[in-house]
């Protein structure tokens, strides 16, 4: 299983970004997905998450300007981010709990990450 997040970059205050996660390999249901993020020197901190049905929860931080969804059939996770600020600043990570098969546990995948910078 491999989980591939892109729509990282440099943004300016007050900017936008749409991030993306695809699971792929062998995966027979994936129940909730979401996004951290950690910043240089601090822990790994949760962002948003999304169950299979589609109940979000988010971050105080960021309730009002980012948004997670997903695409059940694309096995795809997204955040989009509106009036981003210097302090959004981080390595954003995607992760999604999920089954291999009829007969394997519940595992969480991590996916590589990918750098999000708010600067002027």
């Known amino acids: 299983v491999q989980l591939v997040e892109s729509g990282g970059g440099l943004v300016q205050p007050g900017g936008s970004l749409r991030l993306s996660c695809a699971a792929s390999?062998?995966?027979?249901?994936?129940?909730?997905m979401g996004w951290y993020r950690q910043a240089p020197g601090k822990q790994r901190d949760l962002v948003a998450t999304i169950t299979t049905r589609g109940t979000t929860n988010y971050a105080d931080s960021v309730k009002g300007r980012f948004t997670i969804s997903r695409d059940n059939a694309k096995n795809t996770v997204y955040l989009q981010m509106n009036s981003l600020k210097p302090e959004d600043t981080a390595v954003y990570y995607c992760?999604?709990?999920?089954?291999?098969?009829?007969?394997?546990?519940?595992?969480?995948?991590w996916g590589q990450g990918t750098q999000v910078t708010v600067s002027s």
């Open positions: 992760t999604a709990n999920l089954r291999e098969g009829w007969n394997t546990p519940l595992s969480t995948y």
């Open positions: 390999g062998s995966i027979l249901h994936i129940n909730a």
